[in-house]
Nanobody, 123 residues
Framework: QVQLVESGGGSVQAGGSLTLSCSLSGSSYSRMYMAWFRQSPGQEREGVAG???????KPIADSVRGRFTISRDNKNTIFLLMNNLKPEDTAIYYCAAGRYVADWTRIGEYDYWGQGTQVTVNS
């Protein structure tokens, strides 16, 4: 059974930093594309950043460019380093994985989702 487990969420003051982690288990497919999404109350889930299995081109949302960095230490674990956090970054952050992802921002492209981890940024 494929599982994605996120960790690292929490509460932080504006201007602070957090690092989220996501580990994929139970899959024999070695080329999984992985990404981070987030969802605020009353808002649609939006893509934050994506990363292919080989750590190549890493697209990132305009709203977090220059502050957030996505990385991958092996094929099954990814990270989201979040610096200079703002109150508008407050959301539940989800990890996603897909075998064939053409448009990384499309929710329907992903086969697996984590349960999410809460990030709260206080002003």
């Amino acid at each position: 059974q494929v599982q994605l487990v996120e960790s690292g969420g929490g509460s932080v003051q504006a201007g602070g930093s957090l690092t989220l982690s996501c580990s994929l288990s139970g899959s024999s497919y070695s080329r999984m594309y992985m990404a981070w999404f987030r969802q605020s109350p009353g808002q649609e889930r939006e893509g934050v950043a994506g990363i292919p299995y080989d750590g190549g081109y890493k697209p990132i949302a305009d709203s977090v460019r220059g502050r957030f960095t996505i990385s991958r230490d092996n094929k099954n674990t990814i990270f989201l380093l979040m610096n200079n956090l703002k109150p508008e970054d407050t959301a539940i952050y989800y990890c996603a994985a897909g075998r064939y992802v053409a448009d990384w921002t499309r929710i329907g492209e992903y086969d697996y989702w984590g349960q999410g981890t809460q990030v709260t940024v206080n002003s």
